[in-house]
């Protein structure tokens, strides 16, 4: 069943359209939305091999004129460097400023294609079609986009609309496991802050195999998304409720060498973490982290750190926050499932916060 949202900023309105099989009308989608248009597809290697099969099929029977550039699969490829040999690949295709760039992949081609859009010929229409649970439920919507320096992840990038964000839920059924929990991480964390009854339905079903279970999930974070971004669009209010688990969750990815765990179980180490010190403070009804903890469980992500990791001198990591140079941390907590707050601290008490 097709479901649209319409996203509605100060800036810009457009659709969210969620339906299973939606990939095999995006020729045609396409065509309508930009007649007579040019559109440079960017996506990464794995999601070439599995998809462009099926992309040449209905772009060329749609009579598209288009291109395909794909990157190396992973962070590296959003990577500052990479953003003018995008654009040279974009002037060789003779891309205009009222043609289409589509983001075709995870949350990496999104940030960068999303830059790219952005940034060549002061803007050019973009589209987001996300292929991994990440992208549908978070990275796709919102227009936060971005590029990597070598100082540090997302140091570059913009606020851009797209014009539309098409998801196709099958997408995630070639996704590897790893992967799939990596997004549900989110998902479980849009319940924690802001979803009860979604946190409730996740602990009940909600498995990959039932392909309309994930759709309607996928479906309710973006409404959820919807509502936060209608708010604040630029991130300085009650979008940053969004950072469940992140504040901790960036010192773990960064202290753990050579990805040690992915960004999602990151942050689901930092959910329950940071909920056993908040519940401990007595800043959140009791119990709440062992029901984070089952959750996490029950999606295969991790709650705790290795047995001996010094908390102390990971946590440091927050005081070298380039983006935030003040020396006060705007945790993100829980009260109960369903209602994130805001709780200001110290730097330097961060580290006694999670570990007395
Ligand atoms: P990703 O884009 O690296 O994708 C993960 C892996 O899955 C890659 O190897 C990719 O090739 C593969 N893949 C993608 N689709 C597939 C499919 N359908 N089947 C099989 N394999 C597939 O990672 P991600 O988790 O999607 O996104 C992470 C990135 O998103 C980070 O850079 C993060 O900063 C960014 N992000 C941005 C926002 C935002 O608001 N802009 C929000 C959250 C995350």
Redesign the pocket.
């Known amino acids: 069943m097709r479901q649209t949202l319409t996203i509605n900023t100060k800036l810009q309105k457009y659709k969210v359209v969620t339906e299973i099989g939606l990939f095999h009308k995006l020729g045609n989608i396409l065509s309508q939305l930009f007649p007579g248009r040019k559109f440079a597809v960017i996506t ?4 070439k091999g ?2 462009e099969e099926r992309l040449n099929k209905q772009m060329n029977e749609a009579g598209l004129q288009w291109t395909l550039i794909s990157l190396p ?3 590296s ?2 990577s500052f460097d990479m953003i003018p040999k995008l654009y040279s690949k974009l002037l060789d295709f003779q891309l205009a400023r009222d043609d289409v760039i589509v983001a075709f ?7 960068i294609a ?1 830059f790219t859009a952005a940034t060549f010929l002061r803007g050019v229409n973009l589209i987001m079609v ?6 549908m439920v ?9 590029a ?1 320096l070598p100082e540090g ?2 140091m570059a ?1 913009t606020f851009y609309q797209p014009k539309e964000v098409l998801i196709d839920p099958d ?6 496991d790893r ?1 799939f929990e ?2 549900m991480a ?1 998902v479980i964390k849009y319940g924690c802050v802001f979803d009860p009854d979604l946190f409730s339905d996740l602990m009940a079903k909600a498995k990959r195999s039932d392909g309309s279970g994930i759709e309607s999930i996928i479906y309710r974070c973006c409404l959820i998304k919807k509502q936060i971004i209608e708010l604040d669009s630029q991130d300085h209010g009650i979008a940053m409720l ?1 950072n469940f688990g992140h504040t901790l969750g960036h010192c773990i990815e960064d202290y753990f060498p050579d990805g040690k765990y ?3 179980e990151a942050v689901a180490i930092g959910m329950y973490m940071t909920t056993v010190a908040s519940e401990r403070a007595g800043l959140t009804v009791p119990n709440t982290s062992s029901l984070v903890k089952d959750i996490l469980i029950c999606y295969n992500l991790p709650y705790q750190l290795p047995e001996g990791t010094n908390i102390v001198e990971m946590v440091e990591a927050v005081k070298r926050d380039k983006k935030r140079r003040d020396d006060m941390l705007n945790l993100v907590l829980i009260e109960k499932i369903g209602k994130g707050f805001f709780h200001k601290i110290d730097k330097s008490e961060y580290a006694s916060f999670l570990t007395q």
Not at 44 to 47: A, E, L, S
Not at 105 to 111: C, L, N
Not at 171 to 176: C, G, S
């Open positions: 990464d290697d794995t999601v599995l998809y699969p992973g962070e490829s959003k992949g995870g949350g990496v081609i999104g940030d999303g996300p292929t991994t649970l990440m992208a978070d990275a796709s919507i919102g227009g936060k986009n971005g990597n992840k997302n990038g997408f995630v059924r070639t996704l590897p992967v990596d997004g989110e969004l992915t960004h999602g």
